[in-house]
């Protein structure tokens, strides 16, 4: 399993232009629709981190690489490899693995308290509020929020991995912050940039 993450900031106007040449009409046609620079940014750098790494892993040239979608929109290459990405901010992220794989980043800020009660199982929830009262609207405090998200991305991570996509009950899926795992899989929880989050769940790593 590799991951890598870039940066949208990273690549100049020229580089973009080659990026959206490189990818598939498809693709190209979503990212015509974004109205605001970093969202087209941030499909493209999506695009072109998950061919590198597709052809690097593969050892083909990137332009061979076609992509399909699921029932749900989970992204599948044309090689016996699976990959995901994800993106949040300013960061792309993705992740290349020999089985199925789901991968999530997210910037660390407030959040409604309410998310938890309706997304997360006791346990999670437990977690997050740290014996602390739960309040009301936002949440703000750092640590909760860090420990919001690290569930919130483990979630997703798996969901991802699934290919189940948002008709998922995210209540269904189970992290345990003792044991460091996602419905029996062990988690993977990357070193992040400051102000972020990132997990991986890969099917194989019970």
């Avoid at 870039?6 to 046609?29: F, L, S, V, W």
């Avoid at 693995?97 to 660390?108: L, N, S, V, Y």
């Avoid at 949440?139 to 991995?161: I, L, N, P, Q, S």
Wanted: net charge negative.
């Amino acid at each position: 399993m590799t991951y890598e993450l870039c940066h949208i900031d990273d690549y100049t106007e020229a580089q973009y232009g080659a990026m959206y040449r490189a990818a598939a009409p498809e693709r190209q046609a979503r990212a015509n629709k974004f109205k605001h620079e970093d969202d087209r940014k941030r499909c493209l750098c999506a695009d072109m981190l998950a061919r590198k790494m597709l052809a690097e892993a593969a050892n083909v040239a990137p332009e061979k690489i076609a992509f399909t979608y699921g029932e749900k929109g989970k992204p599948h290459a044309n090689l016996p490899l699976h990959f995901n990405v994800s993106h949040a901010g300013a960061y792309v992220l993705c992740a290349v693995a020999d089985t199925p794989i789901g991968a999530d980043i997210e910037q660390i800020k407030p959040f409604r308290a309410g998310m938890v009660a309706r997304y997360f199982t006791a346990a999670e929830a437990a977690y997050v509020w740290n014996g602390t009262p739960i309040p009301d609207g936002n949440v703000t405090d750092a640590d909760t929020c860090a420990r919001f998200y690290r569930v919130w991305t483990a979630k997703e991570a798996y969901v991802k991995m699934t290919g189940t996509g948002i008709s998922t009950d995210l209540g269904a899926v189970s992290f345990d912050p003792d044991a460091h795992t996602v419905c029996g899989i062990r988690l993977i929880t990357p070193q992040a940039p400051d102000g972020y989050m990132i997990s991986i769940v890969k099917s194989d790593l019970a």
